[in-house]
T-cell receptor
Framework: EAQVTQNPRYLITVTGKKLTVTCSQN?????MSWYRQDPGLGLRQIYY???????DKGDVPEGYKVSRKEKRNFPLILESPSPNQTSLYFC???????????FGSGTRLTVV | KNEVEQSPQNLTAQEGEFITINCSYS?????LHWLQQHPGGGIVSLFM???GKKKHGRLIATINIQEKHSSLHITASHPRDSAVYIC???????????FGTGTSLTVIP
């Protein structure tokens, strides 16, 4: 089944403790992206990647890192999480523009 | 600044009603994407379009490039259509989509 797999689904952590949210797709898509969703603000892009070893900042990159060492994986790293990074996170991928995005199931992160 | 505006923000309908959700944007675009977010949070792609009209089951999406406007229609609405519907646009000059804040639809039996 074609899908984007995101883990974990839920995570509660403490301020300053490094964490990684994993994202993997099995569709050989070139384009992958991370979004955060906050009430009233919609989906906002954190980082995106056009292909292996090619990444770029989205609208809200501060406090996040990404890497794209393999085509299928695009992990999101929070080196020192803070409470304002409490949010719902989505990974998404797409191939040809006409096919639209496939989204992961989301990660609800709480930083206390 | 959000370049994508959706209306209405919230919509309640009786089962069977015809529903229209609107999306307006301010920049030239190469594609527009309609998405559905279920109450559990998962997001699925409904349509990607750059001109004209697309239909899938009871859902119809239209776009008018000159007027910078798109509509999503649901015919014979059903309670299972209750969800948040999100519009996103890909500007001509960029690589990333910009998202509206969504329209929350509730269909009452």
């Amino acid at each position: 089944e074609a899908q984007v797999t995101q883990n974990p689904r839920y995570l509660i952590t403490v301020t300053g403790k490094k964490l990684t949210v994993t994202c993997s797709q099995n569709m050989n898509h070139e384009y992958m992206s991370w979004y955060r969703q906050d009430p009233g603000l919609g989906l906002r892009q954190i980082y995106y990647s056009m292909n292996v070893e090619v990444t770029d900042k989205g609208d809200v990159p501060e406090g996040y890192k990404v890497s794209r060492k393999e085509k299928r994986n695009f992990p999101l790293i929070l080196e020192s999480p803070s409470p304002n990074q409490t949010s719902l996170y989505f990974c998404a991928s797409r191939g040809h523009l006409g096919n639209g995005y496939t989204f992961g199931s989301g990660t609800r992160l709480t930083v206390v | 600044k959000n370049e994508v505006e959706q209306s209405p923000q919230n919509l309640t309908a009786q089962e069977g009603e015809f529903i229209t959700i609107n999306c307006s944007y301010s920049v030239g675009i190469s594609a527009l994407h309609w998405l559905q977010q279920h109450p559990g949070g998962g997001i699925v792609s409904l349509f990607m379009l750059s001109s004209g009209k697309k239909k899938h089951g009871r859902l119809i999406a239209t776009i008018n490039i000159q007027e910078k406007h798109s509509s999503l229609h649901i015919t014979a609405s059903h309670p299972r259509d209750s969800a948040v519907y999100i519009c996103a646009v890909l500007p001509n000059t960029g690589n990333q989509f910009y998202f509206g804040t969504g329209t929350s639809l509730t269909v009452i039996p």
